[in-house]
């Protein structure tokens, strides 16, 4: 597993290091690259820890930039790898702008919690229905959520796999696992 | 000849009209002189537009600075003389701002040029909005990192948009004219393109059959339009105008000849003027009050 630190990334971005605010978009642009040149380095299918516990505040247009950028890049069919990403270390402050960012592009990222993982962002009901069911599962075949939630397979396969382009589970051999829960 | 604008006592987001009125009839030549003489007070959207109108003149404007010492102070210790001696030629004394005490103010007048401007504002602006909106607003600690944020994104605007530099300053006061409570302001002035000629650029514009400067600022701060395609594009207003929304606030952007505002219940303006005197870029200015004792308007 990877572990990206964002405020390393920030401070490598800026020509000095006395902030720790993510804001402006170009600041943004400069720390998706950065985090996408950290990851052409890893396998070709990676789980990377997007750690924000050192950035004091993010504006809308940076989250736009880091975050909302990134998950399109590798939730999209040209994605140049097989990447999934836990992002660790959001508080309050930054929810805002990246639930928002989040909206305005219908995406959903997967949070670290000191108890668990959340997913932060848009989801179907269904999504939602299959995400619960795989979280108390963990790692288990389709045929397993589908009794679960009590819903025909091959509906929540097809929501299973939908989940895995949407970058929040990870398929290994036949069966799935939230991303953050399992470190397959 | 020298055309001389008054400057009213009292300088805010209202009153500057005042002045547009009396150069807008003046070709951009003219020469003016910017009588400041009686000015008693002036907001940070008051100073700020100052500067800015001296970057409208292609002739060197001449301003008189006011006359009552505690103002010319005041003004100086905003940096307002400091930018304003490389953009006006000043009539009268002033004191130097080295010789001068800290503002206290939020944030003096400080210029935007680049994203790195933006870095340093917010830098500069985060520890002190700390205290003064959690002490002196007694808003929850939830507002503080909007406040930046709103800061961040309406100083970006320029940058993005302006075409030019511009001028940003915060300050903390107490409004008794208007409100009785201590407001924080945020104002953001540029000379810039301005929403309309901003929304022209966009590839592939249509404009409406009524394209002014009213609907520009209706799409960019109610619709969240902005220039670029770019689907992400266009947060940044309206996250300052979800901010003064749910802190009560008010959010005024005006441009060419009209102003928008989201007005809050105590406040009395109108959410859209137009036919205003002709300004060139955009004027923002944000103010978040003090909450009344049990958060009755929320």
Known sequence: MNHIDISSCLRQTLACDLYSNLVTRPTGAAVRGQIERLLSESHERALTVIDFSHVSMMDFSCADEVIAKLLIRYVSDEAPQDAYFIFRGVTEDHRDAIETVLERHGLALALELGDGVEVMGVLSDAERRVWDASYRLGRAPASDVANQIDADPEHALRVLDALCRRRLMMRIDDEYVVVGTARG | ?298
Not at chain 2, 15 to 41: C, G, M, N, T, Y
Not at chain 2, 247 to 267: C, E, H, Y
Request: charged content about 25%.
């Open chain 2, 1 to 298: 000849m020298t055309t001389v604008i008054t400057v009213p006592p009292s300088l805010d987001d209202h009153s500057f009209e005042q002045v547009l009125e009396q150069v807008a009839p003046l070709p951009a030549d003219a020469k003016i002189l910017v009588d400041a003489r009686h000015a008693r007070w002036a907001s940070p959207y008051g100073l700020t537009a100052l500067l800015t109108l001296a970057q409208t003149r292609t002739e060197r404007p001449a301003f008189a600075v006011p006359e009552q010492e505690e103002t010319a102070s005041y003004w100086a210790r905003a940096a307002f003389f400091h930018h304003a001696e490389a953009l006006y030629d000043l009539h009268g004394t002033y004191p130097k701002r080295r010789d001068l005490a800290d503002s206290g103010t939020l944030l003096d007048i400080t210029p935007i040029t680049k994203s790195e401007d933006v870095h340093n504002v917010v830098g500069r602006v985060q520890e002190r909005a700390q205290s003064i909106i959690k002490n002196e607003l007694k808003l929850e600690s939830k507002a503080i990192m909007g406040f930046a944020m709103t800061l961040s994104e309406v100083c970006q605007n320029i940058i993005e948009h302006a075409g030019q530099g511009g001028w940003v300053a915060v300050q903390s006061y107490k409004w008794t004219k208007r409100l009785g409570r201590r407001v924080v302001v945020i104002a953001v002035c540029d000379a810039g393109l301005g929403f309309r000629r901003s929304l022209e650029m966009t590839p592939g514009h249509v404009p409406s059959a009524r394209w002014d400067d009213a609907s520009a600022l209706e799409e960019a701060v109610i619709r969240g339009v902005s220039r670029f395609r770019d689907r992400g594009r266009g947060q940044g207003l309206a996250g300052a105008r979800n901010y003064v929304g749910r802190w009560n606030g008010k959010l005024a952007v005006r441009s060419g000849t009209a102003r928008i505002s989201i007005v809050p219940a105590w406040d009395d303006d109108v959410p859209l003027v137009e036919g205003l005197a002709p300004f060139p870029g955009a004027q923002v200015q944000v103010i978040i009050p003090e909450a009344l004792a049990g958060g009755s308007e929320r």
